[in-house]
């Protein structure tokens, strides 16, 4: 996630290397710290904020917090988020690929989504409608911070290694489960969702694997839906079928979660899983839209488009 990122002691090498080759590995580890170190300045002021103002609207939940003290709190930290974005856009391609300065501009993205969620729940009428933007909210800054991790990762692979003899790093799992975390929709968008697990989510070192070709079988099978239904869909927004769009998404990542990885490209699965917790958060947005009254409602859509265009880039 983007608050660890800063945190990280560089230790020793990732690959050892030999007479052999050694010049490019080197050159090409050179390349890849550069690179994050200018990543880490762009990034570095939302870093620093972001555990500040996740605080406050924890605190605001939780009633220790009024909504005209966290106003301030989120405008100020808008402005950080929205200066960060143009950093991480005038970043130079990584060498690990552009697909990490992608993922790295959709974190940032719903980061600045989880922030206009909740100043847009802050206007909305106390009452569960409002309680369910907030767990929107929630669930989009964790996947901000999820996606930010599948950018790294092939970033990581070009970097010297930052694991400490007898540190045990336990990372969480790289698509989130909504309802094992507590954080599943409910009424008036959806059923009462069964209880957490209470346990929380962790990466395992190993899947298994399977031939592409069946695992894209396997996908096409899954009934999710396409994320460029989300457009058409998003422009005359209806209640119902929104909600049936982010329930197939859901569904069709429970069918997945069992399935074995394409062979080799464990990332590029985790990409699409989150691809489509990104799709059916942009569909559930959209028809808290369709419910909520007044300013609130084009607030809402606005935010279910760009979370269809941020979808878009994920995978």
């Known amino acids: ?15 050892a290397t030999g007479p052999s080759g050694s010049a490019g590995r080197d050159a090409a580890v050179a390349r890849a710290v550069l690179w994050d170190g200018q990543a880490r300045n762009a990034l ?3 870093a620093r904020v972001l555990p500040k103002v996740a605080n406050d609207v924890g605190r605001w939940r939780a009633g ?51 922030m206009a969620l909740t100043m847009t729940a802050l206007d909305m009428p106390p009452g569960p409608l409002a309680q369910q933007v907030v767990l929107a909210a929630s669930r989009v800054r964790e996947l901000g911070d999820r996606i930010f991790d599948r950018g790294r990762a092939p970033l990581e692979l070009l970097l010297p290694s930052s694991s400490q003899p007898g540190v045990n790093i336990v990372l969480p799992a ?9 954080l599943a929709a409910g009424p008036p968008l959806d059923a009462v969702p069964p209880p957490p697990s209470g346990r929380p ?73 989150l691809q489509w917790l990104v799709a059916a958060e942009s569909a559930r947005v959209g028809q808290a839209a369709v419910m909520a009254s007044g300013g609130a409602g084009s607030r809402l859509l606005g935010s279910a488009r760009h979370l269809a265009r941020i979808a878009h880039d994920v995978a």
């Open 44 to 46: 570095g002021p939302l």
């Open 1 to 15: 996630m983007i608050v660890a990122l800063l945190a990280v002691a560089i230790v020793g090498s990732r690959v």
């Open 64 to 114: 220790q917090l009024l909504a005209t003290e966290l106003r301030p709190s989120l405008s100020d930290a808008s402005t950080v988020f929205a200066a960060a974005a143009m950093a991480v856009d005038q970043l130079p391609t990584s060498p690990a690929g552009e697909i990490v300065n992608r993922l790295y501009r959709s974190s940032v993205a719903l980061d600045q989504e989880w």
């Open 174 to 182: 790289e698509v989130p489960d909504w309802v094992a975390e507590g």
């Open 201 to 273: 989510s962790v990466r395992p070192a190993h899947r298994p694997e399977q031939p592409r070709a069946r695992w894209e079988e396997v996908v096409a099978t899954s009934g999710a839906p396409s994320v460029n239904d989300l457009p058409a869909s998003l422009a005359a927004p209806d209640a119902a079928r929104l909600a049936d769009l982010s329930h197939r998404w859901l569904v069709a990542l429970d069918r997945m979660r069992s399935a074995p990885d394409p062979k080799g490209d464990r990332e590029g699965s985790e990409r699409l899983y």
